[in-house]
C-alpha cells in the first residue's frame, strides 16, 4: 500500500445541506501523513445559500471550479475540461465524488484522466480508483419521468464503465438504488452511514431557551422544527398542511411551529402560510448558522420530504435527544428502527414516528399522538441519542472512508 494517498474530493457546490459538511470534514480530517486531500467544487447557483463558510471554519480551501454548478449544461464540457486537467495536476491515487452532478461530470473527467495516456496503448493506463458517494438520489420526486429516465441511464453507465466503488449511506438506499434501480453491480458497493461531529450538541440544554425567547413561546408551548432547504423534494406545504390542521383541531396540546432553511420557496411558502391563515403559529427563521442554538430550542422535529438519503436533520435532532416523526422515505427507515406498533396512519418505531408520505391528515395525528404523550418523547430521545453516538459519530465516519481507501488502493 502506496504512504500518503493523494485524495481528490469532488462535489459541485457547498450549498446549505448535509454534503457540504460532509466533504468538508471529510477533507479536513484526512490530511495526516497517510493521506493528502484536495476539494473541488463549483459555485452555488442564485435562490440557494452558500456554505462556503463552513469550510473556512474548518480551514479547508477549496480548489473552485467556476463553470460547475447545479444543473446539466453546456458549461459542463468546460467544468469537465478544468478538473481533467486538476486531475492531471494533482495526481491522486483516488477519486472521491459526491451527489449526482459532481458524480457525473467527475467520474468522466476520472474516466478520461486514467485512460488518456500513452501508456494506455500498452494496457498501463493511470493507476487511479474512482468513488462515487449517493447522499440521495434523483430518480423519484425531483424531474419528470423522460429526464429521469435519462440520469437514470447515465448512472448505470457510470457505474458499469467509471467507478470502482459505490459509496451508499444506509441499506434502505442500497435497496433503492441497486435492487430498484438497477445501478451498478453488488459487490460494487459500500454502506457507510453518515457522521456528525457530536461535540458541538454536548451541552444544549444550557441553550434550551435562547430560540424559545427570540420567538416568544411559552413554556408550556410544544415547539415542532421543520430543517432543510426550500425546494420541491421537501414538501414544505405538507407541513403546512398539518399546521392549518391543528389550528381547526386543535385539542389538547399547545403547539408552535418554525422552519429553519432557505431557498427558492421561501415567498411562496411564506404566502401560502398567509392564505392557509397559520403564520400565527409558525415562524420562518431562515438559515442559521448556530445548530446548537435552534435544535436545542425544538421539542420534536419533524421531516415531510418526498425523497431523502440519509436526513441529516434527523441525525441532528436525535443528537440533540428531540423525539421525531417523518415520512418513510430513503434512509429513514434505518434511523426510526423497527416497527414497535402501528396506529390510525401511522407507526410507532423504536426511535420516533414513521409516516406515509403525501398524508397531512396522517402526519397530524402521529404529530398530536407524539406532542401529548411526554413519556414517549422521552423514551425516543433516550433511544434516538444512543443509536446516534454509536452509529452515526464522525470518528466512525472518517475511519470507515480511511479504510475504504486502503483496500481499494491495495487491490
Known amino acids: 500500500m502506496p504512504n500518503n494517498l493523494k485524495i481528490v474530493r469532488i462535489i459541485a457546490r457547498l450549498n446549505v445541506g448535509g454534503p457540504a459538511r460532509h466533504v468538508v470534514w471529510l477533507t479536513k480530517e484526512l490530511q495526516s501523513g497517510e493521506f493528502k486531500s484536495v476539494l473541488l467544487t463549483g459555485t452555488v447557483p442564485e435562490g440557494e445559500e452558500d456554505m462556503s463558510y463552513f469550510a473556512v471554519e474548518n480551514r479547508v480551501e477549496p480548489v473552485y471550479i467556476e463553470a460547475m454548478s447545479r444543473e446539466l449544461s453546456p458549461q459542463d464540457v468546460v467544468s469537465l475540461w478544468k478538473i481533467f486537467q486538476q486531475l492531471k495536476l494533482e495526481k491522486p491515487d483516488v477519486i472521491h465524488t459526491h451527489t449526482a452532478k459532481a458524480g ?103 441553550k434550551r431557551n435562547i430560540l424559545r425567547e427570540e420567538i416568544g413561546l411559552e413554556n408550556d408551548e410544544i415547539l415542532v422544527g421543520l430543517v432543510g432547504r426550500l425546494t420541491e423534494v421537501k414538501n414544505h406545504p405538507l407541513f403546512l ?65 418526498f425523497n431523502e438519503g440519509t436526513p441529516l436533520s434527523l441525525i441532528e435532532a436525535m443528537a440533540n435527544e428531540k423525539a421525531v416523526i417523518s415520512t418513510v422515505v430513503g434512509g429513514v427507515v434505518d434511523l426510526l428502527g423497527k416497527v414497535i406498533e402501528q396506529k390510525k396512519g401511522f407507526q410507532i418505531c423504536e426511535r420516533g414516528v414513521a409516516v406515509t408520505s403525501e398524508d397531512a391528515e396522517s402526519f397530524y395525528r402521529g404529530l398530536s399522538y407524539l406532542a401529548t404523550d411526554e413519556k414517549l418523547r422521552q423514551e425516543f430521545a433516550t433511544s434516538g441519542k444512543s443509536f446516534i453516538e454509536t452509529q452515526y459519530g464522525k470518528t466512525r465516519l472518517v475511519s470507515d472512508i480511511e479504510k475504504l481507501y486502503r483496500e481499494i488502493t491495495a487491490r
Not at 485512460?115 to 494496457?123: A, E, N, R, V, Y
Not at 464503465?161 to 438497477?182: C, L, Y
Not at 457522521?195 to 454536548?202: C, E, K, P, S, V
Not at 391563515?277 to 435552534?294: C, E, P, S
Open 104 to 206: 457525473t461530470v467527475g467520474r468522466t473527467a476520472g474516466f478520461l484522466y486514467r485512460w488518456l495516456t500513452w501508456k494506455s496503448l500498452i494496457g498501463k493506463p493511470r493507476r487511479v480508483k474512482v468513488i462515487h458517494t449517493f447522499h440521495g438520489h434523483v430518480f423519484h420526486s425531483y424531474y419528470g419521468a423522460s429526464k429521469t429516465k435519462i440520469f437514470l441511464f447515465i448512472e448505470k453507465m457510470l457505474a458499469r464503465f467509471a467507478t470502482d466503488k459505490i459509496v451508499v449511506i444506509s441499506r434502505q438506499q442500497f435497496g433503492e438504488i441497486h435492487e430498484k434501480f438497477g445501478v451498478g453491480k453488488k459487490e460494487q458497493f459500500e454502506i457507510i452511514p453518515l457522521g456528525i461531529d457530536l461535540r458541538t450538541f454536548a451541552d444544549w440544554r444550557a
Open 241 to 305: 398542511q398539518v399546521v392549518k390542521i391543528h389550528k381547526e383541531n386543535p385539542g389538547s396540546a399547545k403547539l408552535k411551529f418554525v422552519i429553519v432553511g432557505d431557498g427558492h420557496l421561501r415567498e411562496k411558502l411564506e404566502s401560502e402560510a398567509e392564505t392557509l391563515g397559520v403564520k400565527d403559529l409558525i415562524t420562518f427563521l431562515g438559515n442559521r448558522n448556530d445548530a446548537d442554538v435552534f435544535y436545542a430550542g425544538l421539542d420534536i422535529v419533524a421531516l415531510t420530504s
